[in-house]
């Protein structure tokens, strides 16, 4: 049975040499807080800063490359989030987590960039700086397109691979192999060079707690603001209004108490006799 | 910028996919009226075997790009493939399947084709200058309307669009084209399979009861597996949530890279409505989520909402049931 890199490749992640590795973080609002629409219909917004929290499927990147690095001594994961000042937050976390070293690309409104200039701005800040392995999640959950990791890949001239669920990476012959979701059931094989662009789907492994160590190493990291580089087209991929999705059966909401939902839903199933 | 959309077909080492009948379904419904033509592109090492039936039956001329790199699927190679080919037809519209392919190859096949890229969408429509596009977001709690930039390559959900058969179309064309490929980085192998047969009865099943992670636990999975028993022809699905907290497994997930499913009655226990899960059970007959957020999105498409916790709703509901003795099964432990 095969459930995550570590069943499939047995714990064998040996490694020689040591490996820079980057993980793309987001930071998303929490969709079971409390939100609103802005004005002009473009945004998600959240008044409480509590509100936000770092991308899940990105939790998973961090803890894949933090057991990357750990398999061969010397390796370092650096974090890079773009967005306001509030995702320094995110990047704590990662911090937290046991990466290294954050980036924080400052956007006001990072919400309202393309996937392509966000993926601009992170080719722009990892070209020159020989990354070995790039992660990114396989999704933002907040208004995500799962595009920003190709795109990054395509721009560095990297070898990808999406939605991986199982990693062993092969220091010596510099290269990795993954295994890429298709769906329940099956799985696509790659071998890929390294430097190469990986966006890892949920479940791969379980993220760590942050330890205290690296809590209170995190809040005493500075972390500066710098300013992306990364121009793209203009406009190409544009937020016109943000809605509440529309009804599309006109069904019953029972808010009641548990016993008498119960009767009706009862009497539910025997009106169309399935019980 | 010519006047064609181009589909990509959806194929998993050459078996054609649902998806990719869909696809033409989407572009049926763009052309109309806008004078556009339709065709479809497959990479492989060889002409898939149902290829014939596709283009007869949707009408739509196939091409193939026909390499023996292309044995199985690595972006890569794929990208290498039919990006010169789009930079020579310069296509008004490129559309994709929002799976695990076509997550993997659009949006980075856009950026070297210098196609402006949407993903996930639900639905799409020509305008003037531009395509619109719209899809939900966040978890299933928001609709997004986008503004998509002519040319454009769109990425579309699993179940977006549906097929229907039309005997009075006038059949396609297949034509097998070889091409050249340079040498690639990745090396793909065959796929393999995981837990074959696990979830395998969902399809057939009459009821299907499901979890999300607002199950919270293994524990509370005995009360999902008694509700199940109550019915004759019943199985266990799950979120993608769901089968990352172990409470089942991937083999029994539902949605866009799960299963799709269709039974009589839907239970969706715990599960908020993102647009990944309800791509999977949207056409189920009947549908009746149990969840304690009455703002959860699944709601929206509920034919009677149970606005409660699991651990409190199914103990009461379950033991109504039974103790009404109308039930030959006895809920599993
Ligand atoms: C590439 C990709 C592919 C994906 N494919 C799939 C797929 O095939 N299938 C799929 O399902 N997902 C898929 N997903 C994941 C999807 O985006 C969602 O994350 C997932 O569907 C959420 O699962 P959930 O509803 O169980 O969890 P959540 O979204 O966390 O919702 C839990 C719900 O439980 C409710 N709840 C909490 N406690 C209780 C309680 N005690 N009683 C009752 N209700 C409670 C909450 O109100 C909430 O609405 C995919 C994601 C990606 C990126
Ligand atoms: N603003 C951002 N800052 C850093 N990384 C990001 C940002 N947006 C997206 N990413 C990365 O790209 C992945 C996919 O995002 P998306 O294309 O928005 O679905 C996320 O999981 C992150 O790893």
Same mark, same amino acid.
């Given at each position: ?63 894949? =490359?933090?057991?990357? *690095?750990?398999?061969?001594? +010397?390796? $370092?994961?650096?974090? @890079?989030?773009? /967005? ?34 966000? =993926?601009?701005?992170? *080719?722009?800040?990892?070209? +020159?700086? $020989?990354?070995?392995? @790039?992660?990114? /999640? ?138 | ?333």
């Amino acid at each position: 049975m095969r459930i995550t890199g570590k069943e499939t490749f047995g714990p064998s992640r040996l490694k020689k040499d040591s490996m820079k590795i980057l993980v793309c973080v987001k930071q998303v609002a929490d969709s079971e807080s409390h939100f609103e629409i802005s004005q002009d219909g473009k945004n998600i917004v959240c008044r409480a800063p509590t509100s936000y929290r770092i991308n899940s499927y990105d939790e998973y990147a961090i803890e894949e =490359a933090l057991l990357a *690095a750990e398999g061969s001594p +010397g390796s $370092s994961v650096e974090v @890079i989030s773009i /967005g306001p000042d509030r995702v320094k937050e995110a990047l704590r976390r990662a911090l937290s987590m046991g990466a290294a070293e954050a980036h924080h690309l400052l956007v006001e409104d990072a919400d309202l960039l393309t996937p392509e200039s966000r =993926a601009r701005i992170i *080719a722009d800040f990892a070209a +020159g700086r $020989s990354y070995d392995l @790039i992660f990114t /999640g396989v999704m933002s959950e907040d208004r995500g397109g799962s595009a920003v990791g190709p795109m990054t890949a395509e721009l560095l001239g990297m070898p990808l691979a999406t939605h991986v669920m199982a990693l062993s990476i092969d220091e010596e012959n510099k290269s990795i192999q993954v295994e890429r979701e298709i769906d329940g059931t099956r799985r696509h094989q790659l071998r890929l060079p390294m430097p190469a662009l990986l966006t890892v789907q949920s479940g791969i492994n379980r993220p760590r707690y942050p330890s205290l160590s690296n809590v209170l190493r995190a809040k005493a990291q500075e972390i500066p603001g710098l300013l992306p580089g990364g121009e793209a087209r203009p406009g190409d991929f544009l937020t016109r209004k943000l809605t509440l999705p529309p009804d599309t059966r006109r069904g019953v909401l029972l808010q009641e108490d548990s016993n008498s939902m119960a009767d009706k839903l009862l009497e539910y199933l025997h009106s169309i006799s399935i019980l | 910028m010519t006047n064609s959309i181009f589909i990509m077909l959806d194929h998993e080492e050459g078996t054609i996919s649902a998806h990719s009948y869909e696809l033409a379904a989407a572009a049926r419904s763009i052309a109309e009226g806008e004078g556009l033509s339709i065709m479809a592109l497959g990479a492989w090492n060889d002409v898939p075997p149902e290829s014939g039936k596709f283009a007869r039956e949707t009408g739509v001329d196939l091409i193939v790009l026909v390499n023996p790199g292309l044995r199985h699927y690595s972006a890569e190679a794929y990208i290498n493939a039919c990006a010169p080919f789009f930079i020579e037809r310069r296509p008004l519209l490129v559309l994709g399947a929002h799976n695990a392919r076509g997550c993997d190859f659009a949006p980075a096949l856009a950026l070297r084709t210098g196609l402006a890229c949407a993903t996930g969408a639900e639905e799409i429509f020509a305008e003037k200058d531009a395509f619109r596009a719209v899809r939900t977001i966040w978890h299933g709690k928001v609709r997004e309307e986008l503004t998509v930039v002519k040319p454009a390559l769109v990425t579309l959900m699993p179940g977006a669009y549906s097929y229907e058969k039309n005997g009075n179309i006038r059949p396609g064309s297949v034509t097998a084209m070889a091409i050249d490929l340079p040498p690639g980085k990745t090396s793909p192998m065959p796929p393999i399979s995981t837990r074959t047969g696990e979830g395998a009865g969902l399809s057939e099943a009459e009821v299907v009861v499901a979890a999300g992670r607002g199950v919270g636990g293994t524990d509370n999975m005995a009360l999902l597996r008694g509700l199940a028993g109550l019915f004759p022809r019943s199985a266990i699905g799950g979120t993608r949530g769901a089968c990352d907290m172990g409470l089942v497994s991937y083999g029994a997930q539902v949605g866009m890279t799960g299963r799709t499913v269709s039974p009589r009655l839907y239970i969706a226990c715990g599960i908020s409505g993102s647009a990944q899960h309800i791509a999977g059970m949207k056409n189920s007959r009947h549908i009746v989520p149990v969840n304690h957020d009455p703002d959860a999105p699944i709601f929206r498409i509920a034919d009677i909402g149970i606005v409660d916790k699991i651990e409190r709703f199914l103990p009461i509901f379950n033991e109504k049931v039974s103790g009404q003795g109308k039930t030959s099964d006895e809920p599993q432990k």
